[in-house]
């Protein structure tokens, strides 16, 4: 059995202004970077086109280490769609090299669901994490820069300094650190910290920016800290927007590239969604439906994290509203759920996918409080018996939601060729506006108090000492009326990872919450939260290598 990235490179490529004519793109119209990869401009947004077409949001059940496969799906979804005649485009996230190099692995879907040139977009791409990355830099160096600067300083409290540097990699010798050592000439000593690229308050503005002028804007409102004597500073105080802006040019401007099928894909931005909103842009969103009839895109982690972050932060500040809904389950995962050992998971057990299916249960719940009809992709592996996968099948028929079977990594977009004519059935049938979970002008508790109990399924939520005097300090910086991006565990409903399943009647625990007025929006602190993440003791980097032609191997 070949691996993804052989797969990957026994494809060959359309030259990418091959992949622009199917969208009716001019070749002037691109930025080339190289054969198969290009910037395309935003001029060609259309927010006429944009209200016609059909948006799918591919999002899945709570996540296990057994994988359920979102972007693979979401990649074979748009091959199936364009094979039975509708104008589709895949619109996804850049992979970190963080996880590239640690744990997950890449993320340009796999076996024969991915998009190209896989080695590169797993990779450097075209440099727009870098450009992030710098940019988020700049602000931390002039922020240092002003701390030492006694004449023309803004007189700055250290303490209350939250800005960290970035770097796109796992180290976690970085997450606390000291900077200014060494004496007078080297800076104010001071505790600070790095966190990855992804989890950037700057990756967050780039992805809700609407243009140029509005990222710049966006990048001004950012929070420093405050003065000696308590006034509260903003980048723009620093006058850092409009270079930092500067460094975003071509950053802010969309990647065309190809599935394996030669179809169009655009990726763009790559915030966690467990920290973040988890979404790539919304200039991607809105360039992928100018350009096309239908744009299937994802939403990272679960459908309590990345999907709810679409709907009240992303389509709320886009006015942007999703057609259909596609939920992503295994047979593994469920069975992960209902308490199978990670050991075991490829033995039968249909009674553990029956348990696991309450997971399952709570995201399709969700996706009828935001009145959005679903459909429940079943991501199909070898191991997986028939009466598994009826099990899946029947609790969704109970719940009046259709079930079907994905084999896209076997087969492409061959393999979701029932599950395009479903999605986009339900897709042309519907056009009304989703219910959001929260109206922004709430309040901080009754936002936090809405997502926890509807979304979640917590009984109550607590704040601690620092939390309550994090909300105060909100409310006095006239910050209350932003959306609320939590924070917390991918791995459970709740804040605690070892709860799986559909945990009930639990206590959702904010230690503090965050301000991110750059991005627009409040983070919540649930849990041991970490923004830097670390290496596993065997990293995926060591099986990663490259021979003397410039061949690579080794990429998942």
């Known amino acids: 059995m070949k691996s993804d990235i052989q797969i990957a490179q026994s494809i060959k490529q359309l030259h990418i202004t091959k992949v622009a004519q199917k969208l009716n793109i001019n070749e002037e119209e691109l930025d080339l970077y190289g054969k198969y990869k290009a910037k395309l401009p935003l001029t060609l ?12 949001l591919v999002s899945a059940i709570s996540p296990t280490p057994a994988g359920e496969g979102k972007t693979t799906t979401s990649i074979g979804l748009s091959e199936g769609l364009n094979r039975i005649g509708k104008k589709t485009t895949v619109v996804l996230r850049e992979p970190s090299l963080g996880p590239v190099f640690g744990i ?21 791409f075209t440099g727009d994490f870098s450009a992030i990355e710098k940019a988020n830099n700049l602000l931390a160096a002039l922020i240092d820069n002003n701390l030492q600067n006694k004449k023309y300083g803004l007189n700055l409290d250290p303490r209350t300094i939250a800005w960290k540097r970035v770097m796109d990699m796992n180290d976690r ?8 050592m060494g004496g007078t000439a080297n800076g104010v000593p001071r505790e600070t910290g790095f966190d990855i690229t992804a989890a950037s ?25 405050y003065t000696m004597d ?38 763009h931005g790559g915030p966690f969604a467990n920290i973040a909103q988890g979404t790539n842009s919304i200039l991607a969103t809105k360039l992928g439906m100018s350009l096309s009839d239908y744009v299937v895109t994802e939403a990272g982690f679960g459908f309590d994290l990345g999907a709810e972050k679409f709907l009240n932060i992303k389509c709320k500040t886009a006015g942007l509203s999703p057609n259909a809904v596609v939920i992503v ?8 759920h209902g308490g199978q050992s990670l050991k075991t998971l490829g033995e039968p057990n249909a009674k553990a996918v029956s348990k696991g299916c309450e997971n399952l249960e709570k995201h399709l719940e969700n996706a009828k409080q935001f009145g959005i ?31 079907i079977d994905s084999e896209v990594w076997a087969k492409g977009g061959g393999g979701a060729l029932d599950l395009a004519h479903a999605v986009s059935k339900i897709a042309d049938q519907w056009n009304q506006q989703f219910n959001p979970t929260y109206e922004w002008n709430w309040t901080v508790e009754e936002k936090i108090n809405a997502i926890a109990t509807k979304i979640y399924g917590a009984k109550n939520v607590e704040y601690s000492t620092d939390a309550k005097a994090d909300i105060k300090r909100i409310n006095n910086l006239g910050l209350s009326h932003l959306p609320i991006c939590v924070a917390k565990t991918q791995k459970s409903l709740s804040d605690n990872p070892d709860l799986i399943g559909r945990p009930k009647d639990f206590t959702l625990n904010v230690r503090e919450i965050e301000i991110a007025a750059g991005a627009g929006f409040i983070i919540p602190i649930t849990g041991e939260m970490m923004r830097m993440p670390g290496l596993p003791d065997i990293p995926a980097a060591e099986h990663i290598d490259i021979d003397a032609d410039g061949k690579i191997e080794g990429l998942f």
């Open 329 to 336: 389950a295994t047979v593994r995962a469920l069975k992960y």
């Open 201 to 225: 308050e700057i990756m967050a503005i780039l992805c809700l920016s609407k243009n140029l002028e509005d990222l710049k804007t966006r990048m001004g409102n950012i929070f420093i800290g």
């Open 173 to 180: 010798s970085l997450r606390k650190i000291m900077v200014g």
């Open 45 to 56: 947004i259309d927010e006429e086109k944009v209200a016609a077409c059909k948006l799918i």
């Open 104 to 124: 997950k692995g890449g993320a340009a879907g796999g076996g024969w669901s991915q998009v190209l040139p896989m080695e590169e977009i797993n990779l450097h």
């Open 373 to 403: 009809p679903a459909v429940v992709a079943i991501n199909r592996f070898t191991l997986d018996t028939e009466e598994e996968l009826q099990v899946i099948r029947d609790k969704c028929k109970a719940l009046g939601v259709e079930a």
């Open 230 to 267: 308590k006034k509260p500073i903003y980048a723009r105080d620093l006058k850092a927007q409009g270079a930092m802006a500067a460094l975003l040019k071509d950053a802010i401007r969309p990647n065309l590239v190809q599935t394996i099928e030669g179809n169009p894909a655009i990726i």
